[in-house]
């Protein structure tokens, strides 16, 4: 199993970026995928995620500025961000946790960097 993502750039405050995640292997496996962030200095936090049923949480930081969704023809999960705010800034990681046997397994792909500008 592998995670890329894509979509990272520099942006202006109030302007928008699309993440991309797409995902090797098979996805009927999946339990759940999701966006984390990590700014320098700090922990990586949960953005938002995605249950193969498409039901969605978001932290309550990105709510109502924020879309995750899928699309399980081209194996890729999106992040829609709009307002983003320089507080946004940060490598986000797209994350893979598909069902195991006795435990759920974990994927991570490489971060790609946002960067918001005040």
């Known amino acids: 199993v592998q995670l890329q993502a894509s979509g990272g750039g520099l942006v202006q405050a109030g302007g928008s970026l699309r993440l991309s995640c797409v995902t090797s292997?098979?996805?009927?496996?999946?339990?759940?995928m999701g966006w984390y962030r990590q700014a320098t200095g700090k922990q990586r936090d949960l953005v938002a995620s995605?249950?193969?049923?498409?039901?969605?949480n978001y932290a309550d930081s990105v709510k109502g500025r924020f879309t995750i969704s899928r699309d399980n023809a081209r194996n890729t999960m999106y992040l829609q961000m709009n307002s983003l705010k320089p507080e946004d800034t940060a490598v986000y990681y797209c994350?893979?946790?598909?069902?195991?046997?006795?435990?759920?397994?974990?994927?991570w792909g490489k971060g790609t960097l946002v960067t918001v500008s005040s």
């Open positions: 994350n893979r946790k598909d069902y195991g046997p006795g435990r759920d397994l974990h994927y």
């Open positions: 292997g098979s996805i009927f496996s999946i339990k759940a």
């Open positions: 995605i249950t193969g049923g498409d039901s969605t």
